[in-house]
């Protein structure tokens, strides 16, 4: 099998080493003699709806948020929200995530306008998330890192990643954490998120690769040095917070 991963503004939307997401789906496959291509896409490329089976857009500060907005309005934006509407598994982190939304709404400034991909909105707040958290999902317990001041709501159509147990989660006052609508999984979850959570890594891979194969079976891992990456940063979480 081969997984096609776009990896969305990669030289922009990179902060806390969110591209070890990337390393780790990549690594995930190649274990299982999976075929993985990672195609780097940035401002003023093109995008083939029809190409990718998998998007990461990671995390960024508010002014590479103001050039990848720009960048994702009109066709491009609408060809990405095309390939969510198809779907196709996207992963946005934190400011990727904001820009999946309908909006970013800065301090300053006209609001930044997102693809429309996941039904929530974003609003800058005063108090800064910062620190490692804690997030109990359907897709098991999630540890990682979060550096974030903006506030995420979600509407009808959307439904939350899960319930944040160590943390700001989405906006510091629902206790919700993450947005997923059809196979679009947005958080504020850094670290990088998926090398300490692989069976996360391995539910987004399967339904990238089942869109494709139909019905797939991931071969199994040693996830030894991955559980006690977890267990650590589960720790650091409970010190720390
Ligand atoms: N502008 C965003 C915020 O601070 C995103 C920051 C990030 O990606 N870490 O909420």
């Known amino acids: 099998m081969k997984i096609e991963i776009a990896f969305l503004y990669n030289d922009l939307m990179n902060i806390y080493g969110d591209r ?11 274990w299982r003699g999976i075929e993985a291509k990672v195609t780097p896409l940035t401002v003023g490329d093109k995008l083939d709806p029809d190409k990718y089976d998998l998007y990461f857009f990671g995390g960024g500060q508010d002014r590479e948020q103001y050039t990848v907005a720009d960048d994702l309005k009109g066709e491009k934006g609408r060809l990405l929200k095309q390939a969510a ?6 992963l946005g982190i934190c400011g990727g995530y904001q820009l999946l939304g309908h909006y970013y709404r800065p301090f300053e400034g006209p609001d930044l306008p997102g693809i429309g991909a996941l039904d929530i909105h974003t609003i800058a707040g005063h108090q ?12 098991g317990t999630l540890v990682a890192f979060e550096n974030h001041s903006g506030k995420t709501y979600l509407g009808s159509q959307a439904h939350p990643l899960g319930k944040s147990v160590i943390g ?6 629902d206790s919700t954490e993450g947005a997923i609508q059809q196979n679009v999984f947005g958080c504020y979850l850094h670290g990088s998120l998926l090398p300490k959570n692989p069976h996360f890594a391995d539910h987004l891979l399967k339904l990238a690769l089942q869109r494709r194969y139909g019905a797939v079976e991931l071969s199994p891992l040693d996830n030894k040095l991955e559980e006690a990456a977890h267990h650590s940063a589960m720790q650091r979480a409970r010190e720390t917070r």
């Open 20 to 30: 070890g997401n990337v390393i780790t789906l990549t690594r995930r496959c190649e």
């Open 85 to 90: 509407t198809e779907g196709a598994v996207i």
């Open 128 to 139: 800064r998330y910062i620190g490692n958290v804690v997030v109990e999902t359907a897709f």
């Open 168 to 173: 700001g989660g989405n906006n510091g006052e």
